[in-house]
């Protein structure tokens, strides 16, 4: 076994070598290769005078007998009109708040020309670069059921890194989704928000490049750094006394939330050198809520106990980062970043008790570094690595054993976190080759992930005593009916009258003959583990663009994962857009294509843990002692071993979707899209055990549990997407989502256990995240005096919540036992809003569906109100800034704005010296390069044709991070409430029939909340 595993290691490496080889060195022999043509191609990028993207430009360009070629610029700034005769052209830009540029360009005697526009800002008229600009295209990565968030609409979101994740992910929709910041992979903290330039969620959804669908992936572009030095400093502040009380609360508890956060960025050496250095602090004082019914020893009567507890949470985040322009062909990226948290008394709450606080710590280091290579006009190659250390721990303040009162109270020591310490070592490459060949974009590449764990964990080496529901019982401890007779087994009417948990745990305490605890666990043996894991993809795909109205992307994808017996994943994709009509204001989308899921280590973990030999978890049935626990377990009555194990035929989890949509362009500058989407999901993960009694019988006595992780789940789903997005003016933007879904399913993942772990028809129902209707709004309005208006709402019906029984009716140690549906009047029935089910079925009975209760909606409306006021010299008067002198240009020369005649170059003496100026070729050179890389820049890669992106997004710089106000100093008041309704969301329904929180909440979401902040930038 061993040489096999090292021979399989050896052939990974061999493999990642190879490709990464040719990965590098493959787009020079493209380069040597392209096709000779006698037409005449010009490109290049439209950017402000920081270096800013400006997107959807109207670049128009004209040749000597008056014919002109009309095209916009793409989100990274970039154009490209092809098919051109060798002659004399005259090209103009024109937009908004910018000089007209007109420029003539020589092409007689160039195949290819390159050709960047510096747009300089026209200081007499007040306006703002505008963001991007919804509009219809066949592009892959342009479809408008996308949700793209620039700076200005990131503004409605929340602030905390943490919320603004959740948020994030609750509009991408149902699952898990993957997040990427700069095309590497984040497990970790997103970045401030502040530092963000454009997040993106379900762009170019059939793409072979990623494992994910496009809706189950956040993209996230930093802001790159200027040729001029910004900073920002920003103080956020939040007080109780600004907030409401929690409503599941009696009084209101004290809270407040501090934030220290600051940003600078600039140049090291101007062009070709910059940096960017992001620092967060937060500390914030919140409190948990516990909700629950004790039992005190003083009276032993139920007793309803309600109490806040102080989580202070402290974290700080910093990151640097830097891109060098090593040559006009090669951008260097290096970054650093470092997170720390630390909780205290965290996992408490809801029915867990103040004693059962645990202290947790994160921390964080990663190092990033990136390669971009313009091999040639049509290559580009980018290479990233990243590698981390993450390490984690927690330490419980009381190591007593639990005691797990269900849906009452859970007391003693939080066995969960008893103590951990564990790191994870991780290592991540990435190469994405690019090349363009006439109406073809291909791109090739692979994304290897490997992580080494070491893991250190105590969890439940001091006990766990559960308490389910029970039934009255003699003192042999046989159940009894309501007569008070011992129940006969072959009487199909005889009907044990049941009891409560909290009622069980009364009569153990007070030793009363007949009643035991349910059930108690204990884990022995070393609590150390560690492996490692590879994951590795390798895809190709081709973006087609058959006629400017056509486009046909397609490509595949090999999914590979150690710890996985099924080594062949092989998914291909592929997406057809077209123009249906002349005006070219509507596209119409098909696509689909099949996308695996990865094997969590957390199930790796569990498996070699709990293998019997490594760890013993002990587990005995209704044990004859409680509080104290013996020392010889495994002599004790009914104590049995419980093991985890991985199915022989375990399997990757995939989709298969397929998916069509209408876009279209709309009056009031308004662009809308409906979306259909089917997606069915095969060799889902769920944990059974297959060692459970058949008729009171287990297939293998001698043992205990046998829980097996197997890939059997099925799911299917349905979703219907309307999306809505405008940039009317620079006074009101607005994008907006409406979801209505229906998903059903066998399984909510690996750690879904069955009902009856023999019978799995019974399993599929609702699925946990089938919520049927979800609305995202937000916004931006500009009001007079400058002040900005940032509203979001939130809408989602219902989410259901599974039906239990409280008691392990089929004795396989897993409590998760449904009710049947049962008549009124019917012997032991239960009657509750939900319907009428009997918690003891018998054998022929109807079992009720998974997820039978359905939750309450949540509504939850945040406004932010924000004023920036500037003061100190206008921007066109300080070096690098001025509407007379261009940092693209080495002269002074007044733009041409009244576009009557073409005028020279405004760099230069010559229009390839657009860039450097005064005839220096080689900063000529250097600032073609940077304009080339600039979007790559951006991310530490990407390129034409490729992923990478950003830049600021059409001034966003100015716009977001450093305010409205064209001053060299701005400083912004903003204050946001969330909730801002008070609307109570409910959360974490009780779904235990017998227990007397059944059917209701026991915790509910954030009240009002009121945070203010005060930003100085320049």
């Known amino acids: 076994m061993k040489e096999t595993y090292k021979l399989m290691k050896?052939?990974?490496?061999?493999?990642?070598?190879?490709?990464l080889l040719l990965a590098n060195f493959s787009p020079l022999a493209l380069a040597r290769n392209e096709e000779q043509s006698g037409t005449v191609e010009v490109h290049g990028i439209v950017t402000d005078e920081q270096n800013a993207f400006i997107v959807a430009a109207p670049v128009v360009l004209e040749d000597a007998q008056g014919k002109k070629f009309n095209v916009t610029t793409d989100d990274k700034g970039r154009y490209k009109i092809s098919g051109l005769k060798p002659g004399i052209y005259t090209l103009t830009v024109e937009v908004e708040g910018f000089a007209k540029f007109v420029q003539p360009l020589d092409l007689s005697n160039k195949r290819s020309f390159d050709f960047n526009v510096p747009l300089k800002v026209f200081i007499s008229e007040n306006v703002e670069v505008k963001n991007d600009t919804a509009g219809i295209s066949t592009e892959p990565d342009k479809n408008l059921s996308a949700t793209v968030l620039t700076p200005k609409e990131l503004e409605a979101l929340p602030d905390d890194p943490d919320d603004l994740l959740d948020t994030l992910k609750q509009m991408a929709g149902p699952g898990e989704a993957s997040v990427y910041v700069n095309g590497f992979g984040e497990r970790g903290r997103i970045p401030a928000k502040e530092s963000i330039q454009q997040i993106k969620i379900n762009s170019n959804p059939f793409s072979a490049e990623f494992s994910e669908q496009g809706s189950m992936r956040i993209e996230i572009i930093t802001k790159p750094g200027s040729d001029t030095y910004h900073g920002s400093m920003r103080f956020n502040f939040n007080d109780d006394i600004l907030n409401a009380r929690q409503a599941t609360a009696t009084t209101k508890a004290p809270f407040q939330a501090r934030n220290y956060s600051g940003s600078f960025t600039g140049p090291i050496i101007r062009n070709r050198w910059g940096f960017s250095l992001d620092m967060d602090r937060r500390e914030v004082d919140d409190n948990a809520y516990v909700n629950a019914i004790t039992l005190p020893l003083s009276s032993l009567i139920a007793t309803p106990f309600s109490t806040t507890v102080?989580?202070?949470?402290?974290?700080?985040?910093?990151?640097?980062?830097?891109?060098y322009l090593l040559s006009k062909k090669h951008t260097i990226g290096v970054q650093y970043r470092y997170n720390e948290r630390r909780q205290q008394n965290q996992e408490v709450g809801n029915f867990d008790l103040p004693e059962r606080a645990a202290t947790t710590f994160a921390k964080d280091n990663t190092v990033r570094f990136s390669l971009t290579t313009i091999a040639s006009e049509h290559a580009v190659n980018e290479f990233r690595l990243q590698i981390n250390r993450r390490s984690s721990g927690s330490s419980a303040l009381n190591r007593a054993p639990a005691i797990i009162v269900s849906e009452a109270f859970n007391a003693?020591?939080?066995?969960?976190?008893?103590?951990?310490?564990?790191?994870?070592?991780?290592?991540?490459a990435t190469n994405d080759v690019t090349y363009t060949w006439g109406k073809h974009t291909v791109k090739t590449g692979f994304r290897a992930e490997a992580a080494k764990l070491n893991n250190l964990n105590?969890?439940?080496f001091g006990g766990t005593f559960t308490f389910g529901s029970d039934f009255e019982r003699d003192a042999s401890g046989r159940p009894l009916d309501a007569n008070g007779q011992v129940i006969d087994p072959t009487n199909p009417n005889a009907v044990p009258v049941p009891i409560s948990s909290l009622e069980l745990y009364r009569r153990v305490v007070t030793n009363t003959p007949g009643y035991r605890a349910s059930q108690f666990s204990i884990n022995r043996g070393d609590p150390f583990i560690g492996f490692t894991q590879w994951e590795m993809g390798i895809y190709a795909q081709d973006d087609w663009r058959i006629s400017p109205g056509l486009s046909l992307s397609y490509g595949i994808r090999q999914e590979f994962q150690t710890h996985l017996q099924d080594k062949w994943n092989i998914a291909p994709r592929?997406?057809?857009?077209?123009?249906?009509?002349?005006?070219?204001?509507?596209?119409?989308?098909?696509?689909?294509?099949?996308?695996?899921?990865?094997?969590?280590?957390?199930i790796t973990s569990s498996t070699i843990r709990s293998d019997g030999i490594h760890?013993?978890?002990?587990?005995?049935?209704?044990?004859?002692?409680?509080?104290?626990?013996?020392?010889?377990?495994?002599?004790?009555?009914?104590?049995?071993?419980?093991t985890r194990i991985k199915d022989a035929n375990l399997k990757a989890p995939y989709q298969s979707?397929?998916?069509?949509?209408?876009?279209?362009?709309?009056?009031?500058?308004?662009?809308?899209?409906?979306?259909?989407?089917?997606?069915?999901?095969?060799?889902?993960?769920?944990s059974r055990n297959i060692n459970a009694p058949v008729n009171g019988v287990k297939p293998q006595p001698e043992q205990g549990a046998i829980l097996v992780y197997e890939s059997t789940g099925k799911s299917n789903r349905n979703e219907l997407r309307f999306s809505l997005r405008t940039n009317f003016s620079r006074k009101f933007t607005l994008f907006g989502t409406y979801v209505f879904a229906h998903t059903k399913s066998d399984t909510d993942g690996a750690g879904t256990s069955p009902a009856n772990p023999y019978d799995l028809s019974i399993e599929y129902g609702r699925s946990s995240f089938d919520i049927r209707h979800t609305v995202f709004v937000g916004g931006s309005v500009l009001l007079p005096w400058n002040v900005r208006l940032n509203p979001f709402v939130h809408i989602l019906s219902g989410r259901p919540f599974n039906i239990t029984t409280g008691r392990d009716n089929n004795l396989d140690t897993i409590f998760t036992d449904r009710p049947a549906f049962a008549n009124v009047g019917a012997p032991g029935a239960i009657v509750t809003p939900y319907g009428v089910f009997n918690p003891n079925p018998r054998a022929g009975e109807q079992i009720i569906p998974r997820n039978f209760g359905d939750g309450p909606g949540q509504v939850s409306v945040s406004l932010g109100i924000s004023k920036t006021f500037g003061f100190g010299p206008p921007i066109g008067s300080f070096p690098g800034m001025s509407a007379n002198s261009s940092n693209n240009g080495g002269n002074t020369q007044q733009p041409n704005q009244s576009g009557n005649t073409p005028q020279p170059n405004q760099s230069g003496n010559t229009p390839r010296n657009n860039q450097g100026g005064n005839n220096n070729q080689s900063n000529s050179a250097m600032g073609q390069a940077m304009n080339q890389v600039g979007s790559m820049m951006a991310r530490g890669g990407g390129g034409p044709g490729g992923h990478g992106g950003g830049g600021f997004s059409g001034g966003g710089m100015r716009g977001g991070m450093f305010g409205d106000s064209r001053t060299k100093y701005n400083l912004t008041l903003d204050v946001r409430a969330n909730n801002l309704l008070n609307h109570t969301n409910f959360n974490f329904f009780n779904g235990v029939l017998t227990s007397p929180f059944f059917g209701r909440a026991n915790l509910s979401g954030q009240p009002r909340r009121i945070e203010a902040s005060i930003r100085f930038s320049f």
């Open 412 to 428: 003693g020591g939080n066995q969960g976190s008893l103590f951990a310490d564990n790191s994870t070592d991780g290592l991540e």
């Open 10 to 19: 050896q052939r990974i490496a061999m493999t990642l070598s190879l490709l």
């Open 574 to 602: 592929f997406a057809l857009a077209w123009v249906p009509d002349k005006a070219k204001k509507s596209t119409l989308r098909v696509g689909g294509g099949i996308f695996y899921s990865r094997l969590d280590s957390g």
């Open 615 to 642: 760890q013993q978890n002990v587990v005995i049935t209704r044990p004859d002692f409680f509080p104290t626990i013996p020392s010889a377990l495994n002599s004790a009555t009914n104590g049995r071993i419980t």
């Open 657 to 686: 979707l397929a998916q069509v949509s209408y876009e279209r362009q709309l009056p009031l500058k308004l662009a809308g899209s409906i979306t259909y989407t089917y997606s069915h999901g095969a060799d889902l993960f769920r």
């Open 458 to 460: 105590q969890a439940n």
């Open 310 to 323: 102080l989580q202070p949470t402290r974290s700080t985040n910093f990151s640097i980062r830097s891109e």
